[in-house]
């Protein structure tokens, strides 16, 4: 089996980009704030969170890096190649939750523009009502939950396939 080539966007760098924007202090009023169990204020207060989110800058540091790892990607695969950009919390998978798919991914992502966007609103899917809520059902702070974003090349259907598949039979 040939794995896609990729790169990951660490939860380190999640971090860094949350404090270089300084959105901690923002997003944990609105966060405080919410009755989350009220669908008539949950609803815009996640939509101020993640517009917060996603107006904010990258570090160029971090900008960088991810333009960077597309590059070489281009360089292996050709210019413009598509790309799944995938969300990945760091609380994923434990014995008492799981947070898989509460996350948003992005398929068929095509120049470094749009993967930094993509990797920006992967950061502000942290703050979608399902996330907010799973996180506060299953008691994490929403501070301790980070997020990591996994890019790997796409696999042309025509030519490859790949998947995932889960049964109850071990």
């Given at each position: 089996?040939?794995?896609?080539?990729?790169?990951?966007?660490?939860?380190?760098?999640?971090?860094?980009?949350v404090d270089?924007?300084?959105l901690?202090?923002?997003?944990?009023?609105?966060?405080?704030?919410?009755?989350?169990?009220d669908?008539?204020?949950?609803?815009?207060?996640s939509?101020?969170?993640?517009?917060?989110?996603?107006?904010?800058?990258?570090?160029?540091?971090?900008?960088a890096?991810?333009?960077?790892?597309?590059?070489?990607?281009?360089?292996?695969?050709?210019?413009?190649?598509?790309?799944?950009?995938?969300?990945?919390?760091?609380?994923?998978?434990?014995?008492?939750?799981s947070f898989?798919?509460?996350?948003?991914?992005?398929l068929?992502?095509?120049?470094?523009?749009?993967?930094?966007?993509?990797?920006?609103?992967?950061?502000?899917?942290?703050?979608?009502?399902?996330?907010?809520?799973?996180?506060?059902?299953?008691?994490?702070?929403h501070r301790?939950?980070?997020?990591?974003?996994?890019?790997?090349?796409m696999?042309?259907?025509?030519?490859?396939?790949?998947?995932?598949?889960?049964?109850?039979?071990?």
């Amino acid at each position: 089996i040939k794995r896609p080539e990729g790169f990951s966007v660490t939860s380190e760098a999640y971090r860094r980009f949350v404090d270089h924007n300084r959105l901690w202090t923002r997003l944990m009023r609105i966060l405080d704030e919410t009755n989350w169990k009220d669908p008539r204020a949950a609803g815009p207060a996640s939509d101020k969170l993640r517009k917060l989110v996603l107006a904010a800058p990258l570090p160029d540091g971090l900008e960088a890096d991810v333009q960077i790892a597309y590059r070489r990607l281009e360089e292996k695969f050709g210019r413009g190649v598509a790309v799944a950009v995938r969300s990945s919390a760091t609380a994923e998978d434990l014995p008492n939750a799981s947070f898989a798919g509460v996350h948003e991914s992005f398929l068929n992502i095509r120049g470094a523009r749009a993967l930094t966007e993509a990797v920006r609103s992967c950061y502000a899917s942290l703050f979608t009502e399902r996330a907010i809520s799973y996180r506060i059902d299953k008691g994490f702070a929403h501070r301790t939950v980070a997020l990591s974003v996994g890019v790997q090349r796409m696999i042309r259907a025509d030519r490859a396939s790949s998947g995932v598949i889960f049964t109850l039979d071990t």
